[in-house]
Nanobody, 124 residues
Framework: VQLQASGGGLVQAGGSLRLSCAAS????????FGWFRQAPGKERQFVAG????????AYADSVKGRFTISRDDVKNTVYLEMNSLKPGDTAVYYC??????????????????WGQGTLVTVSS
């Protein structure tokens, strides 16, 4: 699976961005997706995940209620809608994919494929 993330940019605090992750290389019927982020000097951390089964979702506490992950299996694209952005959300955001038979989102780093990252900068 090849992943291409896009949609990052500079936004003021309180603003919104939508990240996209285009997937190619195979059908996505058994693929779970996730978004992670990594700020300078910090470890990569889980942001949101979505399962292949019923599009079940999971979120990090820090983004719950502000971010929404979704998938469009016709367009082979996963989205991360980010609202009420804060300076603390500044990071490089990565999308990831996992071949799995689990019905639930994967909330750890154990994904099989990773995109190249897109930078999100939130100014105060």
């Amino acid at each position: 699976v090849q992943l291409q993330a896009s949609g990052g940019g500079l936004v003021q605090a309180g603003g919104s961005l939508r990240l996209s992750c285009a997937a190619s290389g195979r059908t996505l019927s058994d693929v779970a997706f996730g978004w992670f982020r990594q700020a300078p000097g910090k470890e990569r951390q889980f942001v949101a995940g979505i399962s292949w089964y019923e599009s079940r979702t999971a979120y990090a506490d820090s983004v719950k209620g502000r971010f929404t992950i979704s998938r469009d299996d016709v367009k082979n694209t996963v989205y991360l809608e980010m609202n009420s952005l804060k300076p603390g959300d500044t990071a490089v955001y990565y999308c990831a994919a996992a071949l799995t038979d689990s019905d639930w989102p994967i909330i750890h780093l154990g994904y099989d494929y990773w995109g190249q990252g897109t930078l999100v900068t939130v100014s105060s």
